[in-house]
Nanobody
């Protein structure tokens, strides 16, 4: 599957953004979908994941602020980000792993098969 992320930009601290990631292909509903981020000089880190049935997992540092959802009819996964902080500044990547209706939720980046190109989120203080 090929992924195309969008929605990044510059926002003030406390503001909100919604990232979108649209996939090609006809088996989108069979995929586990995730969002990761990478700040300058730091390793890529897990942000959120959603499985085919809507089960979700979040990194502790985004719980209560970010929400991951998916629309299988549109082949799209979203990341709604509220109460943004300067430390949320990073390139955000969407990722997919074909799990064939498994309920697994992976937080490791190396367990995903496909990646989008990344979208930059900059939060100013």
């Amino acid at each position: 599957v090929q992924l195309q992320a969008s929605g990044g930009g510059l926002v003030q601290a406390g503001g909100s953004l919604r990232l979108s990631c649209t996939a090609s292909g006809r088996t989108f509903s069979e995929y586990l979908l995730g969002w990761f981020r990478q700040a300058p000089g730091k390793e890529r880190e897990f942000v959120a994941a959603i499985n085919w049935s809507g089960g979700t997992d979040y990194a502790d540092f985004v719980k209560g602020r970010f929400t991951i959802t998916r629309d299988n009819a549109k082949n799209t996964v979203y990341l709604r980000m509220n109460s943004l902080k300067p430390e949320d500044t990073a390139v955000y990547y969407c990722a997919a792993r074909r799990t064939r209706y498994s309920l697994v939720l992976s937080t490791r980046w190396d367990e995903y098969d496909s990646w989008g190109q990344g979208t930059l989120v900059t939060v100013s203080s």
